[in-house]
C-alpha cells in the first residue's frame, strides 16, 4: 500500500547534536512538507518542498535543514541551533488532488 | 494572510449526544478547506474537505461540515458521538492552485464521556 513512512518514531537527542529524521513516500507526490507540533499550539510549517532539489523554509525555519535529492524523500535535519528542538514531528506530502497524506510521526526528546 | 481559528481549545460531549466543532478562517478568496483528525501519538487523517459546490459535505465516520462564505465558517458536526472519536480535530485552509502550504488551527481536544 503507498503511504508515508516516517522513522524513527521515537527519537533522543543530547544537547549540542543534529538528528536527522526520516521521511519516505511511495506515492508519487511531487510536494512534501515538515510540520513540528507542540501542545496547544497546533501544526507549524518548518519547511516544504514542491519539487525535487528545491525547497522554501515555512513560517519557523530557523534551526532545521532540508534536503530534495529524491522525489521519495524529504529528510529533516534538526541542528543545534534549534534551542528547543523537543516536539512531535510530522511529515506529510501532497499529489494532484488537494488535501495532504500525513506520516504517523517522530517525537523528538532532548535528554 | 491565510489564518485559521478554532476557538474551542477543548470540548467535552457524553456519548450519543450531537457535535459541533467550530472554525473560523481568513482567506482572500474562496478557501479550499479541510478537517482532519489526529489520534493521540498519530498523524493526521482527512475527514472532508470543500473545494466548491455543495457546502454541505460528508466525510468519513459520520461527519460532516458546512461552509457558510457569509460568515467564514466551516463547522464540523456528527449527529451522534461515538467514544471512539475522542481526538484532537484540526480546521485547514489551503488555495485553489495548491501552490502555498495548508495553514492549520491549533487545533479543538474532544472528549467523549459515558
Known amino acids: 500500500d503507498g503511504g508515508i513512512t516516517q522513522s524513527p518514531k521515537y527519537l533522543f537527542r543530547k544537547e549540542g547534536q543534529n538528528v536527522t529524521l526520516s521521511c519516505e513516500q511511495n506515492l508519487n507526490h511531487d510536494a512534501m512538507y515538515w510540520y513540528r507540533q507542540d501542545p496547544g499550539q497546533g501544526l507549524r510549517l518548518i519547511y516544504y518542498?514542491?519539487?525535487?532539489?528545491?525547497?522554501q523554509k515555512g513560517d519557523i525555519a530557523e534551526g532545521y535543514s532540508v534536503s530534495r535529492e529524491k522525489k521519495e524523500s524529504f529528510p529533516l535535519t534538526v541542528t543545534s541551533a534549534q534551542k528547543n528542538p523537543t516536539a512531535f514531528y510530522l511529515c506529510?506530502?501532497?499529489?494532484?488532488?488537494?488535501?495532504?497524506?500525513f506520516g504517523s510521526g517522530t517525537r523528538l526528546t532532548v535528554v | 494572510a491565510q489564518s485559521v481559528t478554532q476557538p474551542d481549545i477543548h470540548i467535552t460531549v457524553s456519548e450519543g449526544a450531537s457535535l459541533e466543532l467550530r472554525c473560523n478562517y481568513s482567506?482572500?478568496?474562496?478557501?479550499?478547506l479541510f478537517w482532519y483528525v489526529q489520534s493521540p501519538g498519530q498523524g493526521l487523517q482527512l475527514l472532508l474537505k470543500y473545494f466548491s459546490g455543495d457546502t454541505l459535505v460528508q466525510g468519513i465516520k459520520g461527519f460532516e461540515a458546512e461552509f457558510k462564505r457569509s460568515q467564514s465558517s466551516f463547522n464540523l458536526r456528527k449527529p451522534s458521538v461515538h467514544w471512539s472519536d475522542a481526538a484532537e480535530y484540526f480546521c485547514a485552509v489551503g488555495s485553489p492552485s495548491g501552490n502555498t502550504p495548508l495553514v492549520f488551527g491549533k487545533g479543538t481536544r474532544l472528549s467523549v464521556i459515558a
Open positions: 506529510a506530502s501532497k499529489g494532484q488532488v488537494h488535501g495532504y497524506t
Open positions: 518542498s514542491q519539487i525535487v532539489n528545491d525547497f
Open positions: 482567506y482572500g478568496a474562496t478557501p479550499y
